[in-house]
């Protein structure tokens, strides 16, 4: 496995690979401290380039964090995460300092796509997304990959990853990979790792909401539809209580979304995916915990 972790020799590296590019090159964007949801991940680009190249990049990104102190105890352990990409099969992995990527300082530019910045996690993380979209659309040019992995996990970051990619055209196939949970329910994430084991515990009832919402709607004889559309209502208040009974939880949102708009799903509007998106943002503590689940009735 190849570590560069400068941006002027992946630039080499990647257009030399563009020149003879007989091999498809996929890449899987991560802050690292890397677990089984961020190695499935690894698979899937493997899976999809058919023995072609797998690039992974290692970079926390200061441009996301909209807390100094969240960013400073945002776990690392790079050492391990190239053990786990060496032993993944990954043939490239980049892990810049943040002078290589930010060579002129903290980020001005803007990157905005405000019908959707302005729902759920944006509302509370005010240029999260920007620094996001700034990152991956860089990455994007730095690489030139032809596929590019991100996970469910992230639904809104997918989302907007997606708008970006198409709006600006940028030749890359985003593609979307499931959420990956420990046994018990509990969503992986390199945040976990802050849990103590009665954190762990509280923070399974958000897996728990969202399993309820999933199988009352599975039970509901017209879908949306049941009881003139109340069913929404009501699932909305059966996740908001089955959260209460974890005291520690500080729900920051939770209910079901329309998965393309992210609005609130409302009784008797037409639903037009027939999909919903339960999705919940809850601190346990200091930690901040996000999961969802895409529902359908039967
Ligand atoms: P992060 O290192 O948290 O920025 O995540 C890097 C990528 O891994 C993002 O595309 C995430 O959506 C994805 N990811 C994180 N946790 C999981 C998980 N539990 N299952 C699947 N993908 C995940």
Redesign the pocket.
Known sequence: MLQIDSLEELKKWADKRRCDATQKLAL???????????L??VKEAKAHTNGGLCAVSIFVNPAQFNDAEDLDKYPRNLEGDLEKLEEAGVDLVFTPNVREVYPHGAAKIVMDYPSLTNKLCGITRPGHFSGVLLIVHNLFLWFQPDYA??????YQ??LLIRKMTTELALPVEVIA?????EKEGL?????NARLNDDDRKEALAIFEALALAGETLEKAPNGFQTNGGEIISEINSQMIERLKVAKRLKVEYAGLYNPETLEPLTPGQPLQPQKALAAIAAFVGEVRLIDNMLIEPR
């Open positions: 899987v964007p991560t802050m690292g401290y890397l677990h089984e949801g961020h499935s991940l992995i991100f996970g469910e996990k992230d970051q997918l990979a499931p959420i990956i949970r969503a992986m994430s390199s945040r």
